[in-house]
């Protein structure tokens, strides 16, 4: 059986500890990302997601420092966002 739950960002830590601790509980990352809007519009990323997210980032510095991968200069990221924002228009 598979159950989606929403629990506040202040209480998921102490949640997901209780549920780590049940042997028959398997955690998994959800494919649809929790987000919610804020009143004036602004999205806000659950702890959980932000804290994968900055995983794969040390992750991928650190391949970078080990030079196994390159990573794209802050003028290509930059130009990259600004061709993203004008075809999503």
Do not use: W
């Amino acid at each position: 059986m598979q159950i989606t739950l929403t629990v506040p960002d202040k209480k998921a830590d102490s949640f997901l500890d209780v549920l780590r601790h049940i042997s028959y509980v398997d955690i998994q990352p959800s494919d649809t990302p929790c987000r919610q809007s804020s009143e004036n519009g602004e999205e806000k990323f659950s702890a959980e997601e932000f804290y994968e997210n900055f995983r794969e980032t040390i992750h991928e510095l650190n391949e970078a420092i080990a030079g196994r991968i390159q990573l794209q200069s802050a003028k290509e990221f930059l130009a990259e966002l600004r061709s993203e924002s004008v075809g999503g228009i």
